[in-house]
Each structure stands twice: as C-alpha cells, then as structure tokens.
C-alpha cells in the first residue's frame, strides 16, 4: 500500500478540521481500513524495575529508589512465575518495561551484580531467552531509549520491540513534562528508532498528545515517522495516546486533550499510514474508544486479563468480553494477534529462536 505524499500543510489543515470536515476526516481515514477486523494482543505486562533516570511531569510508574514500596527489580524466579500464570490465561506477549537506564542507580546496579548481571539490557536478554526457552509466551520489549548494539542483542531474544516517541518537539525539555528526563530528547528517540529499522526489528512507537506540544509539533512527529518508515519499513503499529491527568503528578493540573483533538490526530495518523496500524489505549478511553474505530483506529494494543497496567494503574483493562461488545457494536470483529504482525514473521525481521518459537504455537 503507498503511503500518500503530505506536506506539513497538509497535515496542519487535518488537524485544524471543523464542523462537517471532522466528520469527512473520520470517514477518509476509516476508508483507509484493508477489513472490518480490530486486532489485539493478549499480554502480561511485567515491570523488571520501577526505577528509571527519567522525571517526567506526567509519570505514575517510576518510583523513587528510596521508596520502601519500589521494585528495585523483579527476579528471575518471580517474572517466570508470573509468565507461568499468563499461560493459564492464554497469554501470547509477555510486556517486558522498565525505566530508562535504571541501572545508573546505585540500588538496582548492585542487585544486578548479586545476580550476576553487568546491565538490565544483560538482564533483559536472559529474561527474554528464558520466556522463549520455558514458557509460551514472545517477548516484547520496552526498555526506552537503546543503543545499535544493545538493539542487536535484544533482537536475538524479541519477537519485537517499541519506545514512544512522544513527540519531536525539543521545546518540551524545558517544560515540566520532560525537563527532568534526559531520555526524553527527541534526537536520541529518533536515532533508537532508526537503528531498529536498520537492524530489520518490527517496532511500535508512538505519540503522545497533550503534554504541551503544538500542533505543529504534532504534524512534525507523525511527518518524522513516515520519514522513518519509508526508509526502512520497520514500524508495525503507531499508538496514539492521550495525556491523561492523575492525583500527584506535576502536571495534575494539565488539561487533557479533547476527545475532538484525538479524533483528528487518529484519522491523520490512518491517512499517513495506511501501512501501519494504529492503536489507542481502550483502558485510557473506555468511554470514547469506539469513536476511534470510526476515526482509523485498528488495534487495541496489548490487553491483559492478568495484570494491571503499570504506567496507568488508575485504568483498568477492559475484560476481552466487553472489548469485543464495544468492537462488535460499531460493526467491527476483534481478533487476537501476535506481538510481532504477521508480515514481519520472517528470517528478514526474526532470529531463528524466535521463528521456532512461534511455529511451535501453532498460533492461527
């Protein structure tokens, strides 16, 4: 499928739609759907540590490393436990998170040396070959920004792999959403971005709106990925995802995106990518999600009917059940995925562990 060929102004003039136009926007960018099906990927979702070098002003899963409650990291034996519950479940992605460079801190670097560890990407890699080796689960990594070397590691043991870009606007480091995380510069997002694609790892990234960004920021980041993807044709699924306000955060104060403004930024998304799919967190719209099935939204992301979701605990995941009722009652059908699409299950995209793992699901 080409992707059309939008100029900046064109995307500013989506995105400042009005009135009758909103409702023509919708309407192109749900044309743009190849099916009917909404696709979802049952999941558990495992936080390896809740440390992470970043602040950021709208964060709810980091924790401080002098916090009592804080997992400083999770070991071995409990993550597979939990793996082994997901099976029960039916699981297929274990969600492997942790915060950015985590092991700069002190207290998780000296529980990865008592484990036998020089870094959390060494610790990933034995978690993610673990999952492959005893469990049924693919791994699906989010480790934040990576370099080329660490990226080739981890694609021996990663179905595959994803980091938010959020947005391309260096502005926000200075705002109180990213003026406290290092890893949030949009140059080093970028450069991780890119070397997945250069290293052939199907990737989901993303954008997240309302966190003091422009318009034009907007546009900017959908245009920097479309760039990305033209090259190296990598980036299987783009999320969409709203800043939501939360009890204790810096930006509690901060207004959330309208669900007008979400609307349009999906159906643009669609527009500019009609080779990727585009997801929106159910848990964070639960009253509005099927409007964005109308707007080019064909995917729920990971779902999970065993844990919480870390970085939004105050939202729960819809049960599978009413995820379909709310699929099935704007006229689509929801079918469960892989955390890798199909079009990249290949010698071209995955090492040989992971193929072998997936031919041996049997997964239809």
Request: with cysteine; proline share 6%; charged share 25%.
């Amino acid at each position: 499928m080409n992707p059309p060929k939008m100029l900046k102004e064109d995307i500013l003039l989506l995105l400042n739609s009005k009135k009758n136009k909103i409702l023509d926007l919708m309407n192109l960018a749900n044309s743009k759907g190849e099916n009917s099906v909404i696709t979802y990927s049952k999941n558990a979702f495992i936080p390896l540590t809740e440390i992470c070098r970043n602040e950021c002003g709208y964060c709810t899963f980091r924790r401080d490393p002098q916090d009592p409650l804080a997992c400083i990291l999770m070991h071995p034996h409990d993550v597979l436990e939990r793996l082994n519950e997901a099976e029960k479940y039916g699981c297929k992605e274990a969600l492997f998170t942790f915060g950015e460079r985590s092991d700069e801190i002190s207290q998780v670097k000296n529980v990865l040396d008592e484990l036998g560890f020089e870094s959390m990407v060494e610790y990933l890699y034995h978690i993610s070959y673990e999952t492959l080796k005893k469990t049924n689960l693919l791994p699906h990594s989010n480790p934040g920004v990576l370099n080329r070397k660490e990226l080739k590691m981890l694609k021996e043991v990663n179905a595959s792999m994803g980091m938010m870009l959020e947005s391309t606007s260096s502005n926000l480091m200075k705002s109180l959403a990213h003026k406290k995380s290092p890893g949030k510069n949009p140059w080093l997002r970028i450069q991780t971005i890119e070397n997945a694609g250069k290293l052939r790892i199907p990737f989901t990234t993303g954008l997240l709106i309302g966190i003091g960004e422009t318009l034009e920021d907007r546009a900017e980041s959908l245009m920097e990925l479309r760039r990305i993807q033209d090259k190296y044709g990598h980036i299987q699924e783009i999320i969409i995802q709203n800043f939501r306000s939360k009890p204790g955060i810096p930006m509690e104060n901060h207004p959330e995106p309208s669900l007008v403004e979400m609307v349009k930024t999906v159906a643009v998304a669609k527009l500019l990518f009609p080779d990727v799919s585009i997801q929106v967190p159910p848990n964070l719209n639960r009253e509005n999600a099927q409007i964005f099935l109308l707007a080019g939204c064909d995917d729920w992301g990971g779902v999970s009917p065993l844990t919480h979701d870390y970085v939004n605990p105050e939202a729960p995941w819809p049960e599978i059940e009413e995820l379909t009722k709310i699929t099935e009652d704007v006229g689509f059908s929801l079918s469960e995925r892989l955390p890798v699409y199909s079009k990249y299950i290949s010698s071209e995209f995955l090492s040989d562990i992971v193929l072998e793992k997936i031919d041996s699901m049997n997964f239809k």
